[in-house]
């Protein structure tokens, strides 16, 4: 194998390290969100990302039955749309279940596993058991060459933009605006909070909302990698909380080293060994690592 | 009606019953042949059944156990439909030695446990005379006990691994053999394939046929394994194993990666720049069922090894295509064990009318005659070996742009069917 050849394997590596990081980032997010800023385990987290799959789902077929010639564009369109959708479903869900159990986090834990089984209960009686996916537009398929022998695959590239985007407009939310500040003050004391005025429970879902959109939001974009089917989020659901729970729960940035982190291991270890080997190697570590560190990664500073 | 009586004392003497249960049998028999002049010539229940089955005059009660719920849902849909349309074919024919064929179907959930337990309800509540159904090993292997114990009769319609054999499982689908030798002399001779790089799910069925599929390359074709890999099902992470594929640069990618990881292994695949115009890749679990999910896109110029595909040219199958959409929409597809689920009804009818007897060992050793044989199945003549599993032809079939296959190469003759291959262990 000549120089040139290694060099372009290592590149499509690194890449592919790259692209698991940004797939288990974006799923972890929206967790982050309402897990380590709320304290609410929301076992339904897979669920809504397979709304916003399905949502692209919908937004190709009504693409390619009522107006052919906008297939290739309707993907930005749907991915907004996906948002929007998961966004108002967690509020209603907040409004309908979750405001009455905050102060029982761990029932918060049982309510939202039964709303999981009834979402994807649903899913298999209105929409069908069998898996699908959607017509992708063009621009979304196949590889990026720049030489001979280098392919870098677009949707990786394509969901690695879109996970930056997402976390970078959550970090600057956060830290910037006045909802940020509300939330951080929230979580901080909110008894103190709501003395001076901070209404918590409108904080509180558009916190659950918000995660619940940016759920969306990743399930819309795993529709590039994989397929969608009844039950594809309980296939997300343990990814998205070994990443925030190893990151530590109440970080952000927790997530994001915890994810970069996982990924790499993942995707270094699988390069070497086995598929199968890699996943013992990196579970092993995350367990060895949380038994050393319980509260992960970044350990929030705040009392509770 | 000298004949008849015959026939009945042979019966009784030969089968293991009971005084009081001979004495039903004999009063049953005498009332039918007084009371109903008419039929004479037609079998009485109580000679066509000397083991307490679920039959009537009118009517014989079979089970049909797959997952109609749950993450199995999606492939088993196929078998449950097409063995219902078998079933109502055959009622609408007349039904089996003058009865109706009356269906109790279960649901196993995916859920292995549960496949055992409905299995018991069915042979022991309801006394089915026969059960189609499970489509994984591992639900097949769950209820395999109470199969042999309460000698049932189970048609299970899925390829899989070999190695088994059971008096009480009527096996339909191919087994490893027939799907992998054929697939890998087929890559060795036409597309001069030496070098395999062998891909699967993390669970038996994968792994035993790789495992196959290493001993004939390795031994028998003097090629080289230059890869073998196992993710775990519902994987959808494939980014380092394509990085692998190109540091070794395989003659051939011999797949069986099954379910929801198919779609994110062939996306990778397209992703990656691997696709059919430049890379040979050989599946053993692509159907027409999963590639409404992978998209032709994805697997356009791939080839998948299987004994029927729905675009199979003659005209059993053509009249099974039209019945099957007539029944199920237009946009039904039809996969290989679709097919297979298919059969199970039919040799069990043919088995069922050569022994003249619904009773189990009866019906089995027709079967193991090695007489019982259908020359309507879609896929072509098949007959069953006295092995339990049945002679096919395996084919192979390039995926196209939309969506179906185009058969490429089929095995000239049938394929003996052995479960047990030597050498391959």
Redesign the interface.
């Given at each position: 194998?000549t120089f040139s050849e290694m060099l372009n394997?290592g590149l499509?590596?690194g890449?592919?390290?790259l692209?698991?990081f940004a797939?288990l980032l974006l799923m972890g997010l929206g967790l982050a969100i309402i897990f380590g800023q709320m304290g609410v385990i929301n076992m339904a987290h897979g669920e809504f990302m397979t709304i916003g799959a399905y949502t692209i789902y919908f937004g190709s077929t009504l693409a390619s039955t009522y107006a052919p010639h906008l297939v290739a564009y309707y993907f930005p369109f749907a991915i907004i749309a996906a948002f929007i959708f998961t966004f108002l479903v967690g509020w209603l869900v907040e409004w309908a279940l979750i405001r009455h159990l905050y102060k029982r986090p761990l029932d918060t834990l049982l309510a939202t596993w039964g709303i999981s089984l009834a979402l994807q209960q649903i899913f298999?009686t209105f929409i069908g058991?069998?898996?699908?996916?959607p017509?992708l537009p063009d621009w979304l398929?196949?590889?990026w060459?720049p030489t001979e022998?280098l392919?870098i695959?677009?949707?990786?590239m394509f969901v690695l933009g879109l996970t930056t985007f997402v976390s970078c407009g959550v970090l600057l939310a956060l830290h910037k605006s006045r909802w940020g500040l509300r939330v951080r003050a929230t979580v901080s004391n909110r008894m103190m909070a709501n003395a001076i005025g901070i209404d918590t429970k409108k904080t509180d879902r558009l916190t659950f909302a918000i995660g619940c959109g940016i759920a969306g939001v990743a399930g819309a974009a795993?529709t590039?990698?994989?397929?969608t089917?009844p039950?594809?989020g309980s296939?997300y659901i343990v990814d998205a909380f070994l990443v925030v729970t190893f990151g530590g729960a109440a970080s952000l940035l927790g997530t994001v080293v915890s994810a970069f982190g996982i990924a790499q291991t993942?995707?270094?270890a699988?390069?070497f060994l086995?598929?199968?080997m890699?996943?013992v190697i990196t579970l092993s570590l995350i367990v060895l690592i949380l038994m050393m560190r319980p509260q992960g990664l970044f350990a929030s500073k705040i009392r509770r | 009606m000298k004949h008849h009586s015959d026939d009945k004392a042979t019966n009784l003497s030969t089968a293991d019953v009971g005084r009081r249960r001979m004495l039903q049998a004999l009063g049953v028999a005498s009332v039918a042949a007084v009371g109903l002049p008419g039929v004479a010539s037609a079998q009485t229940t109580a000679q066509v059944n000397t083991t307490n089955l679920a039959i009537t005059d009118t009517e014989v009660t079979v089970g049909q156990l797959h997952s109609a719920?749950?993450?199995m849902?999606?492939s088993e849909?196929g078998a449950i439909q097409a063995e219902q349309l078998a079933i109502d074919q055959i009622n609408a024919m007349g039904g089996i030695l003058g009865r109706k064929i009356k269906v109790i179907k279960e649901d196993g959930a995916s859920d292995w446990p549960t496949f055992a337990e409905k299995s018991k309800k069915l042979l022991i509540n309801d006394h089915c005379a026969a059960v189609f159904g499970c489509w994984t090993s591992a639900s097949r292997k769950a209820v395999l006990p109470i199969f042999e114990k309460e000698n049932g009769l189970l048609y299970y319609p899925t390829f899989y691994e070999g190695l088994e054999q059971s008096k009480n499982v009527i096996y339909t689908g191919q087994e490893a053999t027939q799907q992998i030798l054929y697939s890998l002399d087929w890559a060795q001779k036409e597309k001069k394939a030496k070098t395999f790089f062998l891909i699967g799910s993390?669970y038996i069925w994968p792994r035993t046929s790789m495992k196959i599929a290493r001993k004939h390359v390795e031994n028998f074709q003097k090629g080289k394994i230059v890869g073998?890999?196992?993710?775990?099902l519902?994987?959808?992470?494939f980014?380092?194993?394509?990085?692998?594929i190109?540091?070794q640069k395989p003659d051939c990618i011999f797949v069986a990666v099954v379910g929801?990881?198919?779609?994110?292994f062939y996306?990778?695949l397209?992703?990656?720049?691997i696709t059919g115009d430049k890379q040979l890749l050989l599946t053993l679990a692509v159907t027409e069922d999963e590639m409404?999910?992978?998209?032709g896109?994805n697997f356009q110029g791939f080839y998948s090894s299987m004994k029927y595909f729905q675009s199979l040219d003659n005209d059993n199958n053509k009249k099974f295509v039209a019945a099957f959409k007539a029944k199920y929409g237009k946009d039904a597809v039809i996969g290989d064990v679709t097919q297979a689920g298919y059969l199970g009804p039919w040799l069990w009818k043919a088995a069922v009318e050569k022994a003249k007897s619904f009773d189990v060992n009866k019906v089995v050793a027709a079967s193991e005659t090695g007489t019982i044989e259908l020359k309507t199945a879609p896929e072509g003549y098949v007959k069953l070996d006295t092995n339990h599993h049945l002679w096919s032809k395996s084919r192979i079939a390039m995926g196209m742009p939309d969506a179906t296959f185009k058969v490429v190469s089929e095995s000239p003759e049938l394929i003996k069917p052995n479960p047990f291959p030597k050498g391959y262990q």
């Open positions: 194998m394997i499509m590596q890449f592919a390290g692209s698991l797939v298999r058991p069998k898996e699908v996916s017509t398929l196949g590889s060459a022998g392919d695959p677009i949707n990786g795993f590039t990698i994989g397929s089917g039950t594809s296939l993942q995707s270094i699988e390069f086995t598929g199968s890699a996943k | 719920t749950g993450t849902a999606i849909t993390d073998e890999e196992y993710y775990p519902g994987s959808t992470n980014g380092s194993l394509m990085n692998k190109k540091v929801g990881s198919n779609v994110a996306k990778a397209k992703a990656a720049g409404t999910g992978v998209g896109e």
